[in-house]
C-alpha cells in the first residue's frame, strides 16, 4: 500500500506560495545577488521552484528539506542568484531544528557552526584578504544563525512542555491523594460510627426481642429500662456525630475521645445489658491512638459478646509490655446461646478492629481458641507504643 504524505500545514503552504511570487517578482525585476553566474539567470529559477516546494515540507519532512535545500542553495550560486531563494533556505534551517528529531537538533548547530569556520578560513587561506571573513560571515548567518536560533525556542518549547506535563503530574497526584485522603476519612467515619451506636443497637435489639417473647413483666420492664438507656445514649452520640459533620447543627464542638480511663464505665455498660464481664487493666500512660485503639477493640469485643458468645463470663485483659500494649478479649464459644435472639451481625466490627491496629502498625487476631474454661472466641491485638509518648 502506498504511502500518503501528510498534508502539509496552512502556514507553510502560505510561506512556499508567498516565497515563489516574491521570488518570481525579484527576477522579473532584475535583482539578484550576484553580478554574474555560470548560469543564465533563467536557470535560477529552478532553485527557487525547489525551495518553494520544500517550504511545503518544512515540518513533516525536516531532514530531507535540509539536505535537498542545501543541494538547491549550491545550485543557486551557478545563477545570478535569488535572495529569495537564500532566505527560504534559512528557515529551512531554522524547521530542520525545531521540528527534526532530538538528535538532528542537537547536530545540526554544531554541523552548520563548523561549516561556517571552515568556510571562513577556506577563504581566508584562498583569497589572503580580509574580505574572506565576510563570506564566513554571511554563511554563518544563512546556516549557523537560523539553525541557533531554531535550538534556543525548541529549548524554550521543550522546557514549556515539561512544566506543562510536571504541572499535569502534580494535579493528578493531588487528586490521588485527595481521593486517597476521602476515602480514608470515610473509613474513619464508618468505624467510629460502628463502634458508637453498634453497641447500644445491640443491645437494643435483644432486649426488645426479650421484651416481646416472655411473658414476664418484671423481666419486661427490666428490658424496657435497658432499652431506653442504650437508646438515650446512642441517639446523644449520633447527635454528636451529626454535629461534627454538619457545622450548622446544634452540636458543633466535638466529644474528647473516648480513654482506657473510660473502660470501667464501658465494662458497667456491657454488665446491665446483660454480659457477665471480668475486666484486668493496669492504668498506665499511653499515646492517645494507642488508648483510643484499645477502648474500641474492647467496646467491639464486648458487643460482638453481646450478640454472638454463649453464656458464661467475658474476660478482658489489657497489659503494658516495654513498647507495646497487649489486648485481649474472651468470649464463650460454641455453646447454646441461651434466652434471647442473637442480633445480626455485618462483619464491620472485625474489619474495623482489624483496620485500627493496621493503622498504628500493630498485629490483630481473632478467632476460636481453647481455653480453660472451654472453647472461646478471642480477640488479640498488640498495639506498639511509641517511646516517648504519652496521652
Known sequence: MARTLPRPHRFDVFLGVGGLLCGLLFWTLGLHTQ???????????????????????????????LCVGTLALVADQFTPGNAVTILMFTDLAYASVLYGTPAAARRIPVTTGLVTVATTLGFLI??????????????????????????????????AEAARLRAEQTALLAEIDRSQAVTAERSRMARELHDMVANHLSAIAIHSTAALSLDDPDTSKEALGVIRENSVEGLAEMRRLIGILRDSSGDTEPAAA?????????????????????????????????????????????????????????????ARRDHAL????????????????????????????????????????????????????????????????SE
Open 258 to 318: 473516648p480513654t482506657l480511663d473510660g473502660l470501667g464505665a464501658l465494662v458497667d455498660q456491657a454488665r446491665a445489658n446483660g454480659l457477665d464481664v471480668d475486666l484486668q487493666h493496669a492504668h498506665t500512660a499511653l499515646p492517645a491512638p494507642v488508648g483510643l485503639a484499645a477502648y474500641r477493640i474492647v467496646q467491639e469485643s464486648l458487643t460482638n459478646a453481646l450478640k454472638h458468645a454463649s453464656p458464661g463470663r467475658v474476660r478482658v485483659r489489657l
Open 126 to 159: 584562498w583569497w589572503r584578504e580580509p574580505q574572506a571573513l565576510l563570506v564566513g560571515v554571511a554563511t554563518g548567518i544563512v546556516a549557523f544563525g537560523p539553525a541557533a536560533t531554531g535550538a534556543l525556542v525548541r529549548n524554550h518549547r521543550d522546557a
Open 326 to 389: 497487649d489486648v485481649r478479649v474472651s468470649s464463650p464459644y460454641g455453646g447454646a446461646r441461651g434466652e434471647g435472639p442473637r442480633a445480626p451481625g455485618s462483619g464491620a466490627g472485625l474489619v474495623g478492629m482489624r483496620e485500627r491496629v493496621a493503622l498504628l502498625h500493630g498485629t490483630f487476631a481473632a478467632g476460636p481458641e481453647p481455653s480453660a474454661d472451654g472453647p472461646a472466641w478471642t480477640v488479640r491485638a498488640t498495639l506498639p507504643i511509641t517511646e516517648g509518648e
Open 35 to 65: 553580478g554574474g553566474g555560470l548560469l543564465p539567470a533563467a536557470w535560477g529559477l529552478i532553485p527557487l521552484v525547489v525551495m518553494s516546494a520544500l517550504e511545503l515540507v518544512r515540518r513533516t519532512m525536516p531532514r530531507t528539506a
